[in-house]
């Protein structure tokens, strides 16, 4: 592992634990050259998802895709960041776990539903406003009282 301060080659590690609820390695490590300290992550490489989208195009799994839509629907609501980054890692989880390895979007945008649902109501609104593509007030208004029962 190449040193992000002095570029030196060689670098040890110092510490090793699991993070992320199991799913990667956190390694603290330090240079021999400069002798600055430095936090790596490891995770397992996996065989490429591909997500068939509404248009039946394919492309690979996008995790930032995700997060950004469930980033814009928590806007200036009460939700902390490692909730956001637990549903996230939640979503994709079950995402990688699917029997195929072509999802089709509507699950995943299910599948954050779902979990934005039981973690905020307003976050849940305004992410199924875009996912669903509201036309109009009453198909909102339909929405809403599913959420208000």
């Excluded at 609820?21 to 050259?33: A, H, L, P, Q, T």
Aim: include cysteine.
């Amino acid at each position: 592992m190449k040193c992000p301060f002095c570029g030196y080659e060689n670098t040890r590690v110092i510490d090793s634990r699991p993070a992320e609820n199991d799913n990667s390695i956190r390694r603290r490590r330090v240079c021999d050259e400069c002798d600055k300290r430095f936090t790596t992550y490891e995770k397992i490489e996996t065989i490429p998802l591909i997500v068939i989208k509404k248009d039946n195009n394919r492309e690979a799994y996008d995790r930032t895709k995700i997060e950004a839509g469930v980033l814009r629907a928590c806007h200036k609501r009460p939700v902390p960041a490692s909730s956001i980054t637990q549903l996230i890692d939640e979503v994709e989880t079950e995402v990688f776990n699917y029997e195929d390895k072509e999802i089709p979007s509507d699950v995943i945008g299910e599948l954050v539903m779902n979990k934005l649902k039981d973690l905020d109501a307003v976050a849940y609104v305004r992410f199924a406003s875009v996912y669903r593509e509201f036309k109009d007030i009453n198909t909102f208004m339909d929405e809403l009282k599913k959420v208000l029962n």
